[in-house]
Structures are given as structure tokens and as C-alpha cells.
């Protein structure tokens, strides 16, 4: 199996988040900076061990001076689970 990428499908008004081992996820972000905290998010909880999406989010918030948000636990993205 080879790793799963995340990949940030860009428009001009906003981004689909998708990753290369989950064909049934996507989500939506506005901007490349919450992609990759999205897909950083995804990244955790999914694909652990896992550091492509962190560390392009991690990069997208130097870029933009601000510090990394948190990471969101799976129980809270899916509370129905
Ligand atoms: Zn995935």
C-alpha cells in the first residue's frame, strides 16, 4: 500500500481537501492554510504516523505568522461514532 497523500485541489474562491487512501472523504476549506489544518486533521485521526499534511500545515502557518491550531480528535469530528 503505498502512503496516503493529501492533496489540495485549489479554485479560485476556495479548496477541496482529498487524500489519495480515502476516496469516500473530502472537505472544503477557503484557503490553502485551512486545507492543510483540515487535512492535517484527517491525517491524524485516519493515517497515524502520518506527517505530510501536518507538516505542510505546520509550513502554511509560519508562512502566515500565526501559531498551528490544535488538533481535532476523531470523537469530535464524528460524534456520532
Ligand atoms: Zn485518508
Not at 479548496?15 to 477557503?30: E, G, L, Q, Y
Not at 486545507?35 to 505546520?58: C, L, M, S
Request: proline share 9%.
Amino acid at each position: 500500500m503505498t502512503t496516503p497523500r493529501i492533496r489540495l485541489d485549489r479554485t479560485q474562491i476556495s479548496v477541496v481537501v482529498t487524500c489519495s487512501a480515502c476516496p469516500h472523504w473530502a472537505a472544503f476549506a477557503w484557503d490553502d492554510l485551512d486545507g492543510w489544518r483540515v487535512g492535517r486533521d484527517h491525517e491524524a485521526n485516519v493515517h497515524p504516523g502520518n506527517r505530510q499534511a501536518a507538516t505542510a500545515y505546520a509550513k502554511a502557518a509560519e508562512r502566515a505568522g500565526i501559531t498551528p491550531a490544535p488538533a481535532i480528535p476523531a470523537a469530535r469530528l464524528n460524534p456520532r461514532q
